[in-house]
């Protein structure tokens, strides 16, 4: 049991060194370019997804799926 909770402790221990040095290793910088040149604002009165039904009638699960 002690030896599981050692093993568990370590993992999490290597973990977190590991994230830090990958978070230190990263340029700030080129993620912000990389940011700012490959993604574009949505504007807020778009809507992509369309969450009501056209009749708003009352469906069962085998008619929403498509059956």
């Known amino acids: 049991m002690i030896t599981k909770l050692?093993?568990?402790a370590g993992v999490l221990v290597c973990l977190g060194i590991v994230s830090q040095g990958v978070e230190?290793?990263?340029?700030?910088?080129?993620v912000k370019h990389f940011v700012t040149e490959h993604f574009e604002e949505q504007d807020e009165g778009e809507d992509w997804i369309?969450?009501?039904t056209d009749d708003k009638k009352q469906e069962t699960f085998i008619e929403r799926i498509g059956f």
């Open 50 to 52: 369309d969450f009501q």
């Open 24 to 30: 230190r290793s990263i340029d700030k910088e080129e």
């Open 6 to 8: 050692m093993v568990a």
